[in-house]
């Protein structure tokens, strides 16, 4: 009997200080079931003591590789040299993945500052392409680009874009607080971008450009004409193209309440904008915080796919579909999966019964939701939804009509996805680790 107690006292010894290095160092599954329980057992007054008490030690265990690191990085300037490659499976049918990640001369995101923060409000960092190129930017408005084929190397040859961005907020009056993403189009430069005009108000904005691989010369492309006391990270701003002459641009909730349900008022919205007139027109209603924004076109069927942040828990996916004469709507905040930080819940979860649109796919927990990529296939559709907190991409694969799932897998990459697109030519996913910062290709092999 003294045997067994003290083999089971070892294992569970031993079982707590291998879950408190995980934890502490910050290489634990985001979505483990078990870590997620626990953390809600943990009484409130000691929640935010220990979540400091953890930062805190794993800045200090993890401070010589990171520094190390980010040192690394730029040392090796424009270069955009390989970090690693490495072989990664999904979770359910262990298919394989190649990864290839290279550097990017950028800010690194800092969660010793909370999640919260407007100093990481310039450390998002997006891109797109352009014919045979990627360009990215920095959330503080940094350009580069590089030939997509360098992917296939072992330097990405990156070079720098001039801009006139800092000096034209700056002789507007305006304060720039964050990039929020990234357009290229028919030789066009769309960057969203939240700003603080001279009244010290919060608004976000649509800058446009001339592509020109020398130089960006930006102006207004349209305002949202937000004026708010307080900085929010509920801003959305995805901006992608579509018809007829049209972008669309989502609009995040800004903390705001009773104006997501109004159709007249911007905040909660998918958007068109004509490039040419800059006149807009609702789309869709009743989101939160819409971080992924994909248009999609087959044959028969037109489709606006978007993802986003739940409160906590019930992050979504959502499809409008064009072929409907009607204005979609998903609830918010009325209907939602998840609960409010402070475990208050005055959310339906039902979207249907209250007359709302249910999400394709609900997230609880959460896996701090980010952009999408949809990829047509001649039997069924696949949704690869990246995130932030799963540091994963979840592979959905839908029939054709975004009726029914019939598949769900997960890649599990362990760095924090901020941005993904197919690259065509490369048969392959192009993706923005925030961690380091860094880019990445992906491959099936």
Do not use: C
């Amino acid at each position: 009997m003294k045997k067994f107690l003290y083999i089971l006292a070892t294992s569970l010894i031993v079982m707590v200080v291998f879950l408190s290095y995980q934890i502490i160092s910050g290489q634990y599954d985001k979505q483990n079931v078990f870590i997620i329980k626990m953390k809600e057992i943990v009484p409130k007054s000691f929640k935010n003591n220990i979540k400091n008490l953890t930062y805190e030690l794993r800045r200090i265990l993890n401070e010589d590789k990171d520094e190390e690191l980010q040192k690394t990085k730029f040392n090796q300037g424009l270069n955009g040299e390989l970090i690693q490659s490495k072989i990664f499976k999904t979770n359910k049918s262990s298919t394989k993945y190649s990864v290839r990640e290279f550097f990017l001369p950028f800010n690194r995101l800092d969660l010793n500052y909370g999640w919260k923060s407007i100093l990481n409000a310039k450390r998002a960092h997006y891109f797109d392409t352009f014919q045979d190129r990627i360009i990215a930017v920095s959330g503080e408005g940094d350009f580069i680009y590089f030939a997509t084929k360098n992917f296939n190397s072992d330097k990405l040859n990156q070079t720098k874009i001039q801009s006139n961005l800092n000096q034209f907020l700056k002789t507007n009056k305006l304060t720039f607080i964050g990039l929020r993403d990234l357009l290229i189009d028919n030789n066009k430069v769309y960057i969203s971008v939240i700003l603080k005009d001279k009244s010290e108000k919060y608004t976000m904005s649509i800058l446009s450009s001339e592509l020109n691989f020398k130089n960006l010369k930006f102006e207004i492309f349209f305002e949202t004409s937000l004026n708010l006391p307080e900085y929010s990270i509920g801003s959305g701003g995805r901006i992608v193209n579509y018809k007829n002459n049209e972008i669309l641009f989502s609009v995040g909730h800004f903390d705001l309440i009773d104006e997501i349900q109004d159709p007249g008022h911007i905040a909660g919205k998918i958007i068109s904008i004509n490039k040419i007139s800059k006149q807009k027109k609702l789309i869709s209603l009743g989101h939160r915080n819409a971080q992924g924004l994909f248009y999609f076109k087959d044959d028969q069927n037109e489709y606006i796919i978007n993802s986003e942040h739940g409160p906590k828990g019930g992050d979504e996916v959502n499809i409008s579909s064009l072929n409907i004469n009607r204005i979609h709507n998903f609830g918010w905040p009325i209907s939602s999966y998840g609960v409010n930080y402070d475990g208050t819940n005055p959310y339906k979860p039902s979207h249907k019964d209250y007359g709302y649109d249910e999400p394709f796919v609900n997230f609880t927990p959460s896996i701090g939701i980010s952009e999408i990529s949809v990829i047509n296939k001649s039997n069924l559709n696949i949704i690869y939804v990246s995130s932030l907190r799963a540091q994963s991409i979840y592979i959905i694969e839908a029939n054709k009509k975004f009726t029914k799932v019939l598949n769900k897998d997960r890649l599990k990459l362990d760095y924090r996805i901020r941005d993904i697109k197919f690259i065509k030519s490369l048969d392959g996913f192009v993706v923005i680790f925030e961690n380091i910062p860094s880019i990445g290709f992906i491959k099936k092999t």
